[in-house]
């Protein structure tokens, strides 16, 4: 432990066994490698551990796993540990699965937040009344590094050949899913159509496992709106140099999101890294990246271009075409500082 670390806590993050990881157990890993020698993983449902236990929620596989945070919790709080957990999505979840988490509240110690959405989502429910009163925000950063060098991939032969025919390439990255919205690219995808654009769609992901129907849904429509030739959808990727090759044949990313964007999209600030515009709708209530530097950095410097929070898609799609002509932005995001300032806010809620 370096001299700066001490007095700070140790902490023992559970981790799944997802050989995919989401994003919330891409930042479990990630939280934990950030703060070096004072953090180690372990998988749920195994015993150990020491310092602070921190459960990072929604917990992938949740209904296989349905006790081991609950299970974990009580063997803390039982040997005298703290319990954080971390709340990355609320409203967005199943309500069974919101239940599921009511045993874990009162054994918390303290809750983090990934936004102020969520934290207010969270404070009208009524199971809000069994957490703790410590609570705070953590800024949640990107859950990749872009490389020096990256790779030649047989996914970007796709983007290569339809910049070559003069289309516009337009990318999502992220897991599929209903509530993300995505099927709204596929309207947006239509929309540049209807414009005289010649638009391919490229979505940068896979899709959510368990849900019903989800791929078969999204494919019918976009050969409802007529793209589905325009369309590819890359499946998992699970290195971030491949990932950056694909992210450098894409001219603009877009997000529409039922919310609006809030700070806890770690796949906005992804795309935002590729040097490439991000279109996406802007939150309803101002100040919701109050608490986010490298959010502020990156509106700060119009790599990210905010539409109405309830803008049209004809409206997007005309942010989407001015954006496309912008020069690649050069500077590199210190992923490194992002990871701090999210490991401070978790030393923070502990040490208040």
Request: charge should be neutral; glycine fraction near 8%.
């Amino acid at each position: 432990m370096s001299r700066s670390d001490a007095g700070l806590p140790r902490l023992d993050v559970l981790i799944s066994d997802s050989a995919a990881p989401c994003g919330v157990e891409a930042f479990a890993r990630r939280l934990a490698e950030t703060a070096g020698d004072r953090a180690a993983t372990r998988e749920l449902g195994t015993g150990g551990g020491e310092g602070v236990l921190v459960i990072n929620l929604p917990v992938v596989a949740w209904k296989r796993k349905l006790v081991d945070p609950v299970l974990a919790a009580l063997g803390a709080r039982a040997r005298g540990r703290r319990v954080l957990v971390i709340l990355h999505e609320w409203a967005d979840l199943d309500w069974k699965r919101r239940a599921s988490y009511a045993p874990l509240l009162p054994l918390a110690s303290a809750v983090l937040f990934s936004a102020p959405e969520v934290a207010a989502q969270f404070a009208a429910d009524p199971l809000s009344r069994l957490a703790p009163r410590r609570s705070g925000l953590v800024p949640i950063p990107p859950n990749v590094f872009r490389p020096d060098v990256l790779p030649t991939s047989p996914l970007t032969a796709p983007l290569d050949d339809a910049r070559r025919r003069g289309q516009l390439v337009l990318g999502h990255f992220g897991s599929i899913y209903p509530r993300k919205q995505s099927t709204q690219i596929l309207d947006l995808t239509a929309a540049l159509v209807q414009r005289g654009e010649d638009p391919f769609a490229v979505f940068i992901g896979s899709f959510v496992k368990g849900q019903d129907r989800v791929e078969e849904e999204f494919m019918a429509r976009a050969r409802s709106l007529g793209v589905a030739d325009r369309v590819l959808v890359t499946g998992y990727v699970a290195d971030d140099a491949e990932l950056f090759a694909i992210f450098d044949g894409v001219d603009v990313f877009a997000y529409l999101f039922p919310e609006g964007l809030t700070s806890r999209r770690g796949s906005v600030l992804a795309c935002a890294m590729s040097g490439r515009p991000v279109v996406v709708n802007a939150p309803e209530l101002p100040g919701a990246f109050d608490h986010h530097p490298t959010y502020r950095a990156l509106l700060g410097e119009g790599r990210l271009r905010l539409v109405s929070h309830r803008a049209t898609v004809d409206e997007v799609a005309a942010a989407v075409e001015a954006a496309a002509s912008l020069p690649r932005h050069g500077s590199r995001l210190d992923v490194a500082a992002a990871w701090r300032d999210a490991l401070a806010a978790v030393d923070d809620v502990l040490t208040a």
